[in-house]
C-alpha cells in the first residue's frame, strides 16, 4: 500500500502571516506520505526559488523533489511540486504545460515504489471555471496519449467549489475520487478544492484531511491524503 498526499502549502505563509519553512516540514513529517504532490512550493517573483531547499530536505526529511523544475533556483513547474521518498526510484518526470491566462502548470513523474510503478500527477489549477476545464481536458488528453499506461494517481488543488460540475465532472469520467474532506480555509473547512484522484486499477483503501496544530496555522489549505494499492 502506498500513501499519498497533496498540500497547497501557500510558499510556507502560514494564517498567522509568518513564512516558516520548518512549520510546512513538520505538517509533512506528521502526515508521512511516500509522495507528495505540493501547490505554491516556489517563490512567486524574482528566481522563484524553492522554499523547502535542498538542505531542509537533504537533512530533515525523507524525500527528495522529483526534478521537474525549468529554473535552477525553483523546486516546481508554476508552483507545482513532487517529493518522494529517497528510497525510490524515479523513472520519468516532466512538466505538463496547460492552457491559462496566467501561470499554471502541472508536473508528471513515473515512480517505482516498494516494486510497484505508479504514475503521479500534481496540479494547481485556474481560478475561472472555463480555463479549469480547458487544463482537465489536457491533462486527460496527456495522460491518454502516453505510449505506456501506468497505475495514475492525480493530486492537486483544484480550485472547484462545486460537489461535481466542471472540471471534477470531466476527471470524473476517467478517474475515482477520494472522498477526502473539506480542506480550505485551514481555519475552518468550509469548500474540498483539494483532491486526490486514481485511475480505475487503483483502489483507495483510506483517505482523510489532515488536521492538526501545526497544519491548521502553516497554509490556509489542509493536507489531503490516501492510501491506495492495486486493485
Request: aromatic residues 4%; contains cysteine.
Amino acid at each position: 500500500m502506498i500513501k499519498v498526499a497533496s498540500y497547497n502549502m501557500r510558499k510556507s505563509i502560514g494564517t498567522d502571516r509568518r513564512r516558516s519553512p520548518e512549520r510546512t516540514l513538520q505538517v509533512l513529517n506528521e502526515i508521512g506520505a511516500d509522495v507528495i504532490a505540493l501547490q505554491e512550493a516556489d517563490r512567486r517573483f524574482g528566481a522563484r526559488s524553492a522554499v523547502l531547499t535542498q538542505h531542509l530536505l537533504a537533512e530533515h526529511s525523507p524525500w527528495k523533489p522529483v526534478p521537474v523544475a525549468l529554473r535552477a533556483a525553483s523546486m516546481g513547474w508554476h508552483g507545482n511540486a513532487l517529493l518522494v521518498r529517497k528510497d525510490a526510484q524515479i523513472l520519468d518526470c516532466e512538466a505538463i504545460h496547460l492552457p491559462a491566462l496566467e501561470p499554471r502548470g502541472a508536473v508528471m513523474a513515473d515512480l517505482r515504489i516498494g516494486g510497484q510503478t505508479l504514475r503521479v500527477v500534481g496540479m494547481h489549477l485556474d481560478l475561472s471555471g472555463l480555463w479549469r476545464r480547458r487544463q482537465a481536458h489536457a491533462i486527460i488528453a496527456h495522460l491518454h496519449a502516453s505510449t505506456r499506461q501506468h497505475p495514475t494517481v492525480l493530486m492537486g488543488d483544484l480550485n472547484d467549489w462545486s460537489n461535481q460540475s466542471g472540471c471534477l465532472r470531466d476527471f470524473g469520467n476517467h478517474f475515482v475520487f477520494a472522498a477526502t474532506g473539506r480542506s480550505f480555509h485551514a481555519r475552518r473547512p468550509v469548500a474540498r478544492l483539494d483532491r486526490i484522484m486514481a485511475s480505475r486499477d487503483l483502489r483507495i483503501a483510506d483517505c482523510g484531511v489532515h488536521e492538526s496544530p501545526a497544519s491548521r496555522t502553516a497554509s490556509d489549505h489542509l493536507p489531503v491524503w490516501a492510501k491506495i494499492e492495486r486493485a
